[in-house]
């Protein structure tokens, strides 16, 4: 568990009170404890506060939840790869300029991510957010993952942020500068675990019976494999880009529902520290190795693939863009086989993270240098649930040519 830092003050949230509420009101007390278990988070840490308040106007007493987001400081791998990959200051941008434009050009009723309430990242990275449990929402299972229903209504904020991104990009450019690069970014700190990764893949398919070939083909790959990974990530040219989440796991999305039926009533995207400007094919891989159950990865893949691409254009003919811009379904699948290798590269390194048990020693540091039996790396791409997917993304992938 994450140790409270001790910056995290009657000071700070004082100051939140005022941002948020926007009167004079007194903080009285507050008591804050982990957000997430073990194993749950593993590029910053989570708090959750309660704010006891009160309102001198009113002369009532009141409480806040809130959940509050910060930059590991101890060293180490998620230090470093929070400051190679600004992951602070790409969601502060988000909530500070890019939500504001996209929901000037959806609408006002659209919701696709909690309230920011405060941020800032001197003299510490802190965003601090509206708990999305008290307004009904949750977080569904990470070892189970999501069946049909939740997908497709992933699947329809997905494609309203996609669709929205298109137009505030070609309305003003410079809007995704800072989204060049997500979370498989190129540099030293993320190469040496995507090829942990494909190194634990490659040991467990060599104990896997009837799976050894893939041992084999990743292997004979050696570093090619690394640079299919990243390439599949970048913009092309002349290809139709808009603005990915980057990091869609079971834990990123938040559900409500109506209480008479358990139908899913509403969706809520959380963590936008790995947006990335570029093929809506990233998001579907990564959502569809990460985050589904088996049964809808065996049995649903071109349903939702098809439910997506028909929910992008009509949130588009709503927007009143030309269709004559956007690929044709042909040239979406085309495009969506020809970056296979990045749905592998989620499933070679996110989705052990997200089938492992909730572990103490559950880290970066020990997928990339603990390859012994007892540590994590092993436990996480050698458990039964990891297995199972891999078992059927496996031949998946293959079937996309990617390993030849």
């Not at 008479?260 to 509403?266: G, I, Y």
């Not at 290798?341 to 020693?361: E, H, P, Q």
């Amino acid at each position: 568990m994450a140790t409270t830092p001790k910056w995290i003050s009657f000071d700070l949230f004082q100051k939140v009170l005022k941002s948020y509420i926007h009167e004079n009101v007194q903080l009285l007390t507050f008591s804050t404890a982990n957000a997430v278990p073990d194993g749950d988070n593993y590029t910053s840490d989570l708090f959750r506060t309660t704010l006891f308040y009160m309102d001198p106007k009113k002369n009532t007493k009141n409480s806040l939840s809130v959940i509050v987001k910060c930059g590991n400081e101890d060293g180490g791998t998620k230090t470093d790869l929070a400051k190679k990959l600004q992951l602070f200051e790409k969601e502060i941008e988000m909530f500070a300029n890019t939500f504001p434009a996209i929901y000037k050009i959806l609408g006002e009723n659209y919701t696709l991510s909690s309230k920011c309430l405060y941020a800032s990242t001197d003299p510490h990275s802190v965003i601090i957010f509206e708990d999305l449990t008290t307004v009904g929402f949750q977080m569904l299972p990470r070892h189970v993952g999501f069946d049909l229903e939740h997908c497709f209504k992933v699947v329809e904020k997905m494609a309203q942020m996609h669709a929205a991104s298109v137009i505030m990009y070609e309305e003003n450019p410079s809007s995704v500068k800072c989204y060049r690069e997500g979370l498989y970014a190129d540099n030293d700190t993320v190469r040496a675990w995507v090829k942990a990764g494909y190194s634990a893949v490659i040991d467990a398919c060599s104990r896997w019976p009837g799976y050894e070939k893939y041992a084999y083909k990743l292997e004979a790959l050696g570093n090619e494999a690394l640079e299919r990974g990243f390439e599949a990530s970048r913009k092309r040219p002349r290809g139709f880009h808009v603005l990915n989440h980057g990091d869609l796991w079971v834990n990123n999305m938040m559900f409500s529902y109506d209480s008479a039926d358990t139908k899913v009533k509403d969706m809520k995207f959380v963590d936008f520290q790995m947006n990335i400007f570029t093929s809506p094919a990233i998001d579907l891989h990564y959502f569809l190795a990460t985050s589904t159950r088996i049964e809808v990865k065996v049995n649903c893949i071109e349903i939702i693939l098809d439910y997506y691409y028909a929910q992008l254009l009509a949130n588009l003919t709503k927007l009143r863009y030309s269709l004559e811009k956007v690929p044709t379904r042909e040239e979406f699948k085309g495009d969506y086989s020809s970056r296979a290798f990045y749905g592998f590269m989620g499933a070679a390194t996110v989705l052990a993270f997200v089938k492992a048990s909730g572990r103490k020693d559950a880290s970066f540091e020990n997928i990339i240098k603990d390859d012994s039996l007892e540590g994590f790396r092993y436990h996480a791409y050698n458990n039964s649930r990891y297995r199972q997917h891999m078992e059927f993304l496996l031949p998946y992938y293959d079937s996309f040519g990617i390993f030849d």
